[in-house]
């Protein structure tokens, strides 16, 4: 699994269109393992139709998001707390 | 953030034999900071869409951008932005992104920049970031190459280390073969190599690390061993899928 991974910078680009600030900077704690993580930090896998975020302590998946032309569906179950800078910072 | 931005190719520039610079202008274009990435979106005929994100490689302001693409053989946007695009020729851009692997002219303390293969291209954009800012804090780059035909940027980087005003400090890591007269037989940077070109652990230095994944988290991992702390070890990973910055 750990293989074809890249990181949490990949999915940067379509979660600039959900939120309102940059998302690498943000951390969240995985719902599995309790770990706190960077986004940039995360594993990302983003060879299928949309895009898996996964935690790097324990390998569950925090985040699934899938963009089709005209809609984003997004997955946050597998994260417990979302921490996003304010403004730009 | 708003979405897709039309981007004309305003010039190409061949940097290896597998890697080229595109020049971008892209109106609208807010400006980024060294180390950012943005995504590229083609589009075909049929309405087929394929995305991938590549660092930005110039910090000059402006809306004018330049990317470094490396072509993967199989990929389905690199064979394009490296062997066919060209002046005039309009894509779509969307960025920039991430404000993680970034370095701002304010951070203080040396930086240390690790770069595999392509994913030296944010990294110089950091060199370029510290030059044009003037900043003093001393700078490492190391590149780590297949062989040394691979180098990106040789020329520039070669004239930067020369300068004592850049303090820049240049070393190659040639992987597969090395050039002829050269100090270090071919081979991947371990331990000891990297304990012997990195800023002592307590110096406040910020580490960069980008590349293949492989490469990023042996050399991550190696950081830490050298007694970095992991919350000063920044790492951004491409790959064949979604990231060939």
Redesign the interface.
Known sequence: MS????????V??VL??V??V?V??ATGRCDGCGRMS????TW?Y??GPG?VVRCPGCESVLLRVVQSADRTWLDLRGLAVLQL?VGDA | MTGWRPATVAAVRAESATARTLALDVPGWPGHQAGQHLDVRLTADDGYTATRSYSVASVDPGERVEITVERLDDGEVSPYLVDVAQPGDVVEVRGPVGGWFVWRPTQPGPVLLLGGGSGVVPLMAIVRAHRLAGSDVPVRLVQSVRVPEAVLYGDELAALAQDPAARLDLTYVYTRRAPEGATRPAGRLDAALLSSLVFPADAGATAYVCGPTGFVEAVADLLVLAGYDQRRVRTERFGPSGGGR
């Open positions: 293989d074809n991974h890249l990181d949490g910078n990949a940067a680009g600039s269109t939120f309102a940059d690498t900077v960077a986004l940039a930090d990302a983003v060879e895009s800078p």
